[in-house]
């Protein structure tokens, strides 16, 4: 099976590479470093703590992890790998000095050989779903600790993997300990042959994110600019396939009641942003971007503000009134409901949240969060939630609470982590 797996990787590679240079055409990003993903890149001159995280939602999540390691142990290196650019930008932001920033190889036997002998690690985490046989192998040749960190899988994730028989099961047998999310996702986790010994439940390390000290503040300064004494509604990381077009059609019914509201619309790709900005002309929106500077009577005059940069998504959030989250109302699988809760606001949701089910359930069982299946029940829920102070108020308090209420997860798998450095 393994031999049919890195045959396929191989026959793969060149087409995802071809896929990325063509991306490329629209988003130079997607050309930079390109040596990194063949396993090529600098050498290190000593060991280090190597952190995978995919894209940007698990290399925000990761930031809390890089903090601590890097407080603990200051003279080792670390290095942080992802595979989207996005992702890499947004690493760069947040760990500037704090850690090196590659990208994760393809899953070819040569390739991952190249990148540890560059980055020659000495504990490897990798965030969330990231199941590569040929990378977890190495890890195992060459002796070095495995740590799934706030590790999940969704039912459909585990369909797949068993599909693929015994090749997984020996890819969770190289000495991997397992940190899951939650007891479901540990109980999947040993079904496809993870040790149940080596598995855990830690919770997930996105609670244990710290929103910025001033971010009221921010928010403040945001609204003030681009919706002074207008009820404000923010999505976040949206979607193509329908979702985006369900939005603006929330949104002309929630300005059927509030005639000066503004929809913030943050699409969850880069590459999206002229895609979603066409999408607004043909249907006749008024909109403004963020990353242009607009005239005040064209901010006056605007009902939607599309947020095409990066790292601003939590601010407009607290600039808001009430948040969607995107990703749900098509089968992707929803993002990240924390950030919102923290900052105490309601929080809508399309039907399809398994990539964190259990977060979206216990939100929505807490009443901080609600589930809508369309334009029409979303816009009838922003416009009732931006008539009603109160409840929003109560709501928020709830989602807050429940953020506060779960953390910890970072010291339980610091708890792992640490003994595996110390060896």
């Not at 031999?3 to 396929?8: A, D, N, R």
């Not at 589930?371 to 816009?379: F, S, T």
Request: proline share 5%.
């Amino acid at each position: 099976m393994r031999f049919i797996y890195t045959l396929l990787a191989y026959l793969a590679a060149p087409l995802i590479s071809v896929a990325l240079l063509v991306r490329g055409l629209r988003d130079r990003s997607y050309w930079h470093n390109f040596g990194e993903r063949f396993g090529f890149g600098p050498t290190l001159e000593t060991t280090c703590i190597w952190v995978h995280a995919v894209s940007m939602g698990e290399v925000q999540a990761a930031a809390a992890l890089v903090s601590a390691l890097r407080n603990s142990y200051p003279h080792v290196p670390i290095v942080v790998t992802t595979f989207t650019p996005t992702g890499a930008n947004r690493a760069r932001l947040l760990f500037k000095d704090l850690a090196q920033v590659r990208y994760l190889p393809y899953d070819l036997p040569g390739s991952v050989r190249r990148f540890f002998s560059r980055v020659r690690p000495r504990l490897a985490v990798i965030f969330e779903t990231e199941l590569w046989p040929n990378l977890y192998r190495e890890c195992g040749r060459r002796r070095v600790p495995l740590v799934l960190a706030s590790a999940r899988l969704s039912p459909r994730s585990v369909g797949h993997y068993r599909r693929l028989g015994a090749l997984f099961s020996e890819t969770l047998s190289q000495g991997v300990v397992v940190a899951a999310q939650g007891e479901v996702d540990a109980d999947r986790f040993r079904s496809l042959g993870a040790d149940p010994d080596s598995t855990h439940v830690t919770g997930n390390l996105k609670f244990d994110f710290t929103v910025p000290a001033d971010i009221a503040d921010r928010g403040r300064r945001l609204r003030e600019h681009y919706a002074a004494g207008r009820p404000v509604w923010t999505a976040g990381s949206t979607h193509g396939g329908g979702e985006e077009e369900a939005l603006i059609e929330a949104h002309k019914r929630v300005r059927n009641i509030h005639r000066r509201a503004l929809l913030v619309m943050a699409p969850r790709h880069p590459n999206r942003f002229g895609e979603v900005a066409t999408a607004l002309e043909r249907e006749g929106v008024r909109f403004i971007r963020r990353s242009q500077q607009p005239a005040a009577q064209a901010i006056e005059q605007a009902e939607v503000l599309l947020l095409d940069t990066l790292g601003e998504l939590l601010d407009f959030y607290a600039a808001a009134d009430v948040a969607f989250v995107g990703g749900s109302l098509v089968p992707v699988g929803g993002h990240n409901l924390l950030e919102p809760a923290a900052l105490g606001l309601p929080i809508l949701t399309g039907p399809n949240n398994f990539n964190s089910e259990d977060i979206a359930r216990l939100l929505i069982a807490r009443g901080a969060a609600e589930v809508v299946n369309g334009p029409q029940e979303l816009g009838e829920r922003v416009a009732a939630l931006l008539s009603d102070s109160a409840a929003r108020a109560h709501i928020g308090a709830e989602g807050r609470t429940f953020v506060d209420a779960n953390r910890g997860a970072l010291v339980k798998l610091m708890g792992l982590i640490v003994p595996l450095l110390e060896q």
